[in-house]
């Protein structure tokens, strides 16, 4: 398959996806924070066929950079409030989200990280940190307040640890011990980042410890 074929799959994929956010809150099934997480999710995925399925490491970089413009536009021009994403101080974690990847496909493109590792970094930012939010919303009774951040719920750290542990544990060559590792590692740096911040430091962290300790 070709690589713009590829490009083109994704694009599709894409506007499925806003298609069913609008739809879920066009029809009141998701608020603006279950929209937010559930593309946050969505998205994570499409780090597969850039990775996999684009073979020519230029083209890699089209999707990031894509989604980087679209982001800021969405953003800041209101387009997000169709989707009910209104939260503006959120829209900083919207741009900084692809332009993370962006820096991890850079990094796999030199050759510096592993392909597993680039992937794992963006799926720990999407599934963990999504499931994080979602369970911490939905089923966090047991808060904890963390100076400078703001609350957070030991289910929603559990969610994150355990949903970052299970992508290290199967993507990667890395066995249960390192697994273990960088999944506590993301959850530390997921609850001391700030808001929007932590689209940076969770995705691009967890991928060089990943990388650095399966080198060991």
Known sequence: MGSWIVIILCGLYVCLEALVAYIAHRFHILKGEGIRK????ATSFLIFPVIYGIKEPVLRYVGPLFFTLFNAVAAYSGMGKILGLDDEKRHVGLVIYPLSVLFLVFLY???YIMAQSAICGVMIMGLGDG???LVGTKWGKHKYKIR???KKSIEGTFAMFVASFLVVYF???AGAWVSL???LFSSLVENISPSGVDNATVPILSSLLLE???RL
């Open 38 to 41: 559930f593309i946050h999710i």
């Open 109 to 111: 493109n030199y050759g």
């Open 131 to 133: 499931m994080a939010a």
């Open 148 to 150: 400078g951040i703001g």
């Open 171 to 173: 993507i990667s060559p």
């Open 181 to 183: 590792l960088v999944a």
């Open 212 to 214: 650095v300790l399966c």
